[in-house]
């Protein structure tokens, strides 16, 4: 099986803090990939570090069957993020990120302009392309991001949360789109808070709890022996929540 | 109430606090240079400190030797006249800009916390009282009550004291109605923008006006002179009665009025001073009340800036350059020109040279004017240097000012070299275009000297500017700061040491350049040669520059994970 991304005994701390505890992941190339974890799991942290944006402590990695640390560029040219925080320059207008990022890349005039008027029309920011990011709304700005990682046709995207804070129109668009994408060979890494949309989407799955793989494999996998039980009952069980008692908090009694 | 307060000040101790300690993912390089950017602070705050305390001393010496009658009354009063008029202005203009550059969102935050809006307002009033300057003024005006009582004369300081209290409630009370009010009315970020670039120009320009209202006196005296007529000794009453009727309403002159009744015993009039002080006090917190009601009940929207529609196509590429490093740096220079920081450094430097060359004619005998005809390409140097020095904000934090903008610029397949490059390229579009509006300013004042000598001093100002670049990239990489670059304040200011050594780097190119240059017209007498010698100049300068820069990139790649946190405010 050809892997998009391939890492082994991926750790990265923060002076005592060990954000990641050395996960193996396997992501087959043209999957969608849902990567799960509660809140401080560690997975924005993977994501940067696949992404380049944090150097991993140890461990060794792949993408693309290519060395991000011997050669990040290379990497970069074949690979779209949409990061926690977005990425966006608040004084280009939309349409200036998107020529931004094309030019960066290398597009070719007609195409930038081509694929730019596409993707502005999917997003529905046609009629704000001329205005600037920092008047843009949070879901604005998080499709122009995604437009931004679309635009040079990667061959793998990195999604950190991309559709919270996305209106339901504009994320089934969205969700089809990716589906359509992954069917044209490309790979989508994912995470995601809403369980629904990874249940949906995603044929292949990772868990991730307090920095280390809890489970990881096609989803099919993942429910066998769970028949009739929702990827959150799965889910809750996998990180050993289900049995957590909810504190009850009696001074909250009116 | 009190525990309101009490909570806020714990509030301001504990974000000054965790400013300093940062989370857990800071590398020891990062606390360091954390301290060292909180230590500049601090180091202000000692030395302004021993000013307080000449403040103080005179404050207490004022009051003795007025009530001793060691110095006349009315001198001690003019004084403090005049100081307490000049620190009004400073405290109005500071409250003029600080609140433009903050945010409503502070209030909305604040709003949902179970606190009355009158307690609210309390807390801000009593804010402005922790000014530096009304902290600065503070001690020497109630020395100068303890003075006069130490002098002898007890009831002109009880007098003095509660004027002084009453004139520090109105300071209080007017800086916060100002700064409620600029808030208030442009709460909108395009407006509030603008207003900041408008007030800092004309506040630029108008720091001439004593320098032209003094030489326009001189300039009168002189005349007198020629004519033969005596000199005028005009005494303190006669100048008193020269001042417009306004100004006996401000509170310098009503604490001066009070202060001056008490020491020639005149009760009654020393009362109706202080009763006026009063009066002014509770209006100005009264009307503070009614605008910050309205701040605080006001939502910020922002005017869109609109652009035609069209299709997306690729910006304009710079010759000689990958498509790579055109598009960063023409989108450095796109966002810094949308920024307060970036317009000021363009439009900043031409106006303050056209004005200040303005002025220096009107000496009409001054031989260095003459001189200054024939050399207008200093007067543009100058203004270029002008704008190098003021787009620190950018040079010596090239990275982290772009925020969000820099983990966009690190997912893209550039290296740490190009993004370096792109980046210089980028401010030194800024500097360029600066420089042509200095020309054109220096050009319209002081038409004279050769153009190719014009030419040679542009040389030398990118010559200067590559000098300094491997420095700035250096510096931005080791010492960044998430700056808000549509501040004027420290807020959009570089790292502390990093602007320190970066004014280093720039005296040292210029001391460089400059002597060439100099050495070259006015040592060797040849001007000649001086178009030649630069091009050779600017050209060893690129030369050392380029692999400076790249090696000054590896810093990039060492600082990297450091650089996208502190770009995100982590």
């Given at each position: 099986?050809?892997?998009?991304?391939?890492?082994?005994?991926?750790?990265?701390?923060?002076?005592?803090?060990?954000?990641?505890?050395?996960?193996?992941?396997?992501?087959?190339?043209?999957?969608?990939?849902?990567?799960?974890?509660?809140?401080?799991?560690?997975?924005?942290?993977?994501?940067?570090?696949?992404?380049?944006?944090?150097?991993?402590?140890?461990?060794d990695f792949r993408i693309l069957d290519l060395d991000p640390i011997a050669d990040p560029v290379a990497v970069k040219k074949r690979v779209g993020v949409v990061p926690e925080d977005l990425a966006l320059f608040d004084r280009l207008s939309g349409a200036e990120t998107l020529s931004f990022v094309g030019q960066v890349h290398g597009l070719d005039a007609a195409s930038l302009r081509d694929r730019a008027a596409e993707l502005l029309a999917l997003m529905d920011l046609s009629?704000?392309?001329?205005?600037?990011?920092?008047?843009?709304?949070?879901?604005?700005?998080?499709?122009?991001?995604?437009?931004?990682?679309?635009?040079?046709?990667?061959?793998?995207?990195?999604?950190?949360?991309?559709?919270?804070?996305?209106?339901?129109?504009?994320?089934?668009?969205?969700?089809?789109?990716?589906?359509?994408?992954?069917?044209?060979?490309?790979?989508?890494?994912?995470?995601?808070?809403?369980?629904?949309?990874?249940?949906?989407?995603?044929?292949?799955?990772?868990?991730?709890?307090?920095?280390?793989?809890?489970?990881?494999?096609?989803?099919?996998?993942?429910?066998?022996?769970?028949?009739?039980?929702?990827?959150?009952?799965?889910?809750?069980?996998?990180?050993?929540?289900?049995?957590?008692?909810?504190?009850?908090?009696?001074?909250?009694?009116? | 109430?009190?525990?309101?307060?009490?909570?806020?000040?714990?509030?301001?101790?504990?974000?000054?606090?965790?400013?300093?300690?940062?989370?857990?993912?800071?590398?020891?390089?990062?606390?360091?240079?954390?301290?060292?950017?909180?230590?500049?602070?601090?180091?202000?705050?000692?030395?302004?400190?021993?000013?307080?305390?000449?403040?103080?001393?005179?404050?207490?010496?004022?009051?003795?030797?007025?009530?001793?009658?060691?110095?006349?009354?009315?001198?001690?009063?003019?004084?403090?006249?005049?100081?307490?008029?000049?620190?009004?202005?400073?405290?109005?203009?500071?409250?003029?800009?600080?609140?433009?550059?903050?945010?409503?969102?502070?209030?909305?935050?604040?709003?949902?916390?179970?606190?009355?809006?009158?307690?609210?307002?309390?807390?801000?009033?009593?804010?402005?009282?922790?000014?530096?300057?009304?902290?600065?003024?503070?001690?020497?005006?109630?020395?100068?009550?303890?003075?006069?009582?130490?002098?002898?004369?007890?009831?002109?300081?009880?007098?003095?004291?509660?004027?002084?209290?009453?004139?520090?409630?109105?300071?209080?009370?007017?800086?916060?109605?100002?700064?409620?009010?600029?808030?208030?009315?442009?709460?909108?970020?395009?407006?509030?923008?603008?207003?900041?670039?408008?007030?800092?120009?004309?506040?630029?320009?108008?720091?001439?006006?004593?320098?032209?209202?003094?030489?326009?006196?001189?300039?009168g005296r002189r005349e007198a002179r020629r004519r033969g007529e005596p000199r005028q000794n005009r005494t303190l009453e006669e100048l008193d009665r020269m001042l417009p009727a306004w100004t006996r309403a401000l509170p310098s002159e009503l604490y001066g009025r009070a202060v001056r009744a008490g020491l020639e015993d005149r009760s009654v009039a020393a009362g109706a001073a202080v009763g006026a002080l009063a009066a002014e006090a509770a209006l100005l917190f009264a009307?503070?009340?009614?605008?910050?009601?309205?701040?605080?009940?006001?939502?910020?929207?922002?005017?869109?800036?609109?652009?035609?529609?069209?299709?997306?196509?690729?910006?304009?590429?710079?010759?000689?350059?990958?498509?790579?490093?055109?598009?960063?740096?023409?989108?450095?220079?796109?966002?810094?020109?949308?920024?307060?920081?970036?317009?000021?450094?363009?439009?900043?430097?031409?106006?303050?040279?056209?004005?200040?060359?303005?002025?220096?004619?009107?000496?009409?005998?001054?031989?260095?004017?003459?001189?200054?005809?024939?050399?207008?390409?200093?007067?543009?140097?100058?203004?270029?240097?002008?704008?190098?020095?003021?787009?620190?904000?950018?040079?010596?934090?090239?990275?982290?000012?772009?925020?969000?903008?820099?983990?966009?610029?690190?997912?893209?397949?550039?290296?740490?070299?190009?993004?370096?490059?792109?980046?210089?390229?980028?401010?030194?579009?800024?500097?360029?275009?600066?420089?042509?509006?200095?020309?054109?300013?220096?050009?319209?004042?002081?038409?004279?000297?050769?153009?190719?000598?014009?030419?040679?001093?542009?040389?030398?100002?990118?010559?200067?500017?590559?000098?300094?670049?491997?420095?700035?990239?250096?510096?931005?990489?080791?010492?960044?700061?998430?700056?808000?670059?549509?501040?004027?304040?420290?807020?959009?200011?570089?790292?502390?040491?990093?602007?320190?050594?970066?004014?280093?780097?720039?005296?040292?190119?210029?001391?460089?350049?400059?002597?060439?240059?100099?050495?070259?017209?006015?040592?060797?007498?040849?001007?000649?040669?001086?178009?030649?010698?630069?091009?050779?100049?600017?050209?060893?300068?690129?030369?050392?520059?380029?692999?400076?820069?790249?090696?000054?990139?590896?810093?990039?790649?060492?600082?990297?994970?450091?650089?996208?946190?502190?770009?995100?405010?982590?």
């Open positions: 099986m050809s892997l998009a991304i391939e890492t082994r005994g991926l750790r990265k701390t923060f002076g005592d803090l060990e954000a990641v505890s050395g996960i193996d992941l396997a992501v087959p190339r043209g999957s969608f990939y849902g990567f799960l974890g509660p809140n401080g799991a560690g997975k924005s942290t993977t994501i940067k570090c696949l992404t380049g944006l944090l150097r991993p402590t140890s461990g009629k704000a392309a001329g205005d600037l990011v920092a008047d843009y709304s949070h879901g604005m700005r998080k499709k122009l991001a995604l437009a931004a990682a679309l635009l040079p046709a990667p061959r793998l995207l990195f999604l950190d949360e991309p559709f919270e804070g996305i209106d339901a129109v504009a994320s089934r668009q969205i969700k089809n789109l990716l589906t359509q994408y992954v069917k044209g060979g490309g790979t989508v890494f994912l995470t995601s808070h809403i369980l629904e949309i990874i249940e949906r989407l995603c044929d292949y799955i990772g868990v991730i709890h307090k920095g280390r793989m809890v489970a990881e494999g096609p989803m099919a996998d993942l429910r066998e022996g769970r028949a009739g039980r929702s990827l959150e009952e799965i889910f809750l069980d996998l990180i050993g929540a289900e049995q957590a008692e909810t504190p009850a908090l009696g001074w909250l009694a009116q | 109430m009190i525990r309101s307060l009490r909570a806020f000040v714990w509030l301001r101790w504990r974000l000054v606090l965790n400013s300093v300690r940062g989370g857990r993912r800071r590398d020891t390089f990062e606390q360091v240079s954390r301290a060292l950017a909180m230590a500049v602070p601090f180091i202000l705050v000692a030395l302004a400190f021993g000013s307080v305390v000449a403040m103080a001393i005179v404050g207490f010496w004022g009051g003795h030797a007025a009530a001793t009658g060691l110095v006349a009354t009315s001198v001690v009063v003019a004084v403090e006249r005049g100081v307490l008029f000049g620190l009004l202005l400073v405290i109005v203009i500071f409250a003029v800009t600080s609140p433009v550059q903050g945010s409503l969102t502070h209030y909305t935050r604040l709003l949902l916390l179970p606190i009355s809006r009158r307690t609210l307002h309390l807390v801000e009033v009593l804010a402005s009282l922790a000014d530096p300057w009304i902290a600065f003024l503070a001690p020497g005006l109630m020395l100068f009550a303890v003075g006069v009582s130490v002098g002898g004369r007890t009831i002109a300081a009880i007098w003095a004291a509660i004027a002084a209290s009453l004139f520090l409630v109105v300071l209080a009370a007017l800086a916060a109605l100002v700064g409620f009010l600029v808030a208030w009315l442009v709460r909108d970020r395009r407006r509030s923008e603008l207003f900041t670039l408008v007030f800092v120009l004309a506040l630029s320009l108008g720091g001439f006006l004593p320098l032209v209202l003094a030489e326009q006196s001189a300039s009307a503070s009340s009614v605008v910050h009601g309205r701040l605080i009940g006001s939502t910020t929207v922002n005017s869109r800036r609109r652009q035609a529609e069209g299709p997306v196509a690729p910006a304009w590429r710079i010759p000689w350059q990958s498509p790579s490093v055109s598009a960063v740096a023409i989108a450095q220079a796109r966002t810094a020109l949308r920024s307060v920081r970036g317009r000021l450094v363009v439009f900043l430097s031409g106006p303050i040279l056209a004005v200040l060359v303005f002025f220096f004619r009107r000496f009409e005998d001054a031989s260095f004017i003459t001189r200054l005809g024939d050399n207008g390409f200093i007067l543009m140097a100058v203004g270029a240097l002008m704008a190098i020095l003021s787009a620190q904000a950018f040079t010596m934090n090239l990275f982290a000012s772009d925020r969000a903008g820099l983990t966009l610029q690190f997912l893209l397949p550039i290296s740490d070299a190009e993004l370096a490059r792109a980046k210089i390229l980028g401010v030194g579009l800024l500097v360029v275009a600066a420089t042509a509006l200095s020309a054109v300013a220096a050009f319209v004042v002081a038409p004279g000297g050769a153009p190719a000598l014009w030419v040679a001093a542009f040389f030398g100002v990118l010559a200067i500017y590559l000098l300094l670049s491997p420095v700035a990239v250096w510096l931005s990489a080791m010492f960044p700061v998430a700056a808000d670059l549509s501040k004027t304040g420290s807020g959009g200011n570089p790292h502390g040491f990093a602007a320190l050594a970066g004014m280093a780097g720039f005296a040292a190119a210029v001391a460089l350049t400059g002597g060439v240059f100099a050495a070259t017209i006015w040592g060797l007498e040849r001007p000649d040669l001086a178009l030649p010698v630069m091009t050779g100049w600017l050209l060893v300068a690129a030369a050392v520059a380029y692999p400076l820069v790249v090696l000054a990139s590896r810093a990039i790649a060492l600082r990297r994970e450091n650089l996208g946190l502190v770009a995100q405010g982590r």
